[in-house]
């Protein structure tokens, strides 16, 4: 079945450091792809989409792009943040809209 | 706050014992999903519901249950609990309208804790 594989964490950085997180999945037909981050004691939110191979979701200054051939979708941030500690997932909808999703990321970024 | 709400928030309880969660949708959202969050088993898709149907299914142990009302919330109903039930359940809804993915909204999750 589809499946998603994301780097083990926790993924340690300084403040204004570059971030990349890898994710790579499975699938047998053309899902979109997401990103979730979860803060602390709170609920995931979506962080930014792709719905097609090519296409760049981003936001907040995180940017993922959807690689077919290679089949990823890595996260990246140019500049961290304190505020961007969190767990961040990575996750894939069939057609179902089901969400399938990767075993996440811890993000540590400190001052 | 993503509008959906979930309760109670903590719940701590026995083994063999039987809990209900309670999921309230975004207004105007139709479907409903619940997912399980583990430390061994990660997070996990369970069951949707769409419109008081239900509409797909996951990895759901039939020991839970679930059910959407003409409300439109939902709960999750977890019987013979076990140790390894313990976890964080989330709810998420979608308005689901035809064609394209449909955002999932998360609520902040239930704490179950079985001892």
């Known amino acids: 079945g589809d499946s998603v594989t994301q780097m083990e964490g926790p993924v340690t950085l300084s403040e204004e450091a570059f971030l990349t997180i890898n994710c790579t999945y499975t699938a047998t037909g053309y899902p979109s792809l997401f990103w979730y981050v979860q803060y602390p004691g709170e609920g995931l939110q979506l962080l930014l989409k792709a719905t097609k191979a090519d296409d760049k979701g981003s936001n907040k200054g995180f940017e993922a792009t959807y690689r077919k051939e290679t089949t990823s979708f890595h996260l990246e941030k140019g500049s961290v943040q304190v505020s961007d500690s969190a767990v961040y997932f990575c996750a894939l909808s069939d057609n179902t809209d089901k969400l399938i999703f990767g075993t996440g990321t811890r993000l540590q970024v400190f001052p | ?46 069951i949707q519901y769409y419109n008081g149907e239900e509409r797909a299914k996951g990895n759901i142990l039939e020991r839970f249950s679930a059910q959407q009302f003409p409300d439109l919330h939902s709960e999750l109903n977890l ?17 689901d309208q035809a064609g394209g993915y449909n955002e999932q909204f998360f609520g902040p999750g239930t704490r179950l804790t079985v001892l």
């Open chain 2, 79 to 95: 019987s013979s609990l076990e140790l390894g039930d313990s976890a964080l359940y989330f709810c998420a809804s979608s308005i």
């Open chain 2, 1 to 46: 706050d993503s509008g959906v709400t979930q309760t109670p928030k903590h719940l701590i309880t026995a083994t063999g014992q039987r809990v209900t969660l309670r999921c309230s949708p975004r207004s105007g959202d139709l479907s409903v999903y619940w997912y399980q969050q583990s430390l061994d088993q990660g997070l996990q898709f369970l």
